[in-house]
């Protein structure tokens, strides 16, 4: 519900991601480290490339799983985890690609009700990773 509503107001994919959690508090980030997202919208920048809403999820398993520092640990697991978020993500949606992904015409209606399913199904689907993977408690 909440990256519906963060949708909705006006933010895109990878921010509405980053708000749901952060407004579930599921994640404490500050508001203005949601602006890490904005670029990475519209498959990064209306680029139509890598998913945004997938994007957005991969900032969120990075903002509890990653590092600040080299020396805080390895990055294997780091990178276990992330790819297998993206394997999810890419065996429910059948692509990672904003343009598979994205049918409609950027802007149109159908084209942000599309994307709306996907933002929302992209926070559960990391929801459920994240409780699996007992980085969250749902």
Known sequence: AYAVAAFKEGNNCAESILHAFNAS??????????????????????????????SGSVMVLSYLVGRADCREKT???I???????????????HSTSCKELMTYEFGTREHLKNCLVITKESAILLAEFLAENQLIEL
């Open 25 to 54: 508090k599921l994640i404490n980030i500050p508001p203005e480290s949601i602006r890490l997202a904005s670029c990475f919208g519209a498959g990064i920048g209306k680029s139509r490339d890598f998913c945004g809403a997938l």
């Open 75 to 77: 990055l294997p697991g």
């Open 79 to 93: 990178y276990k985890l992330s790819n297998e978020l993206h394997q999810r993500f890419s065996e429910h949606f």
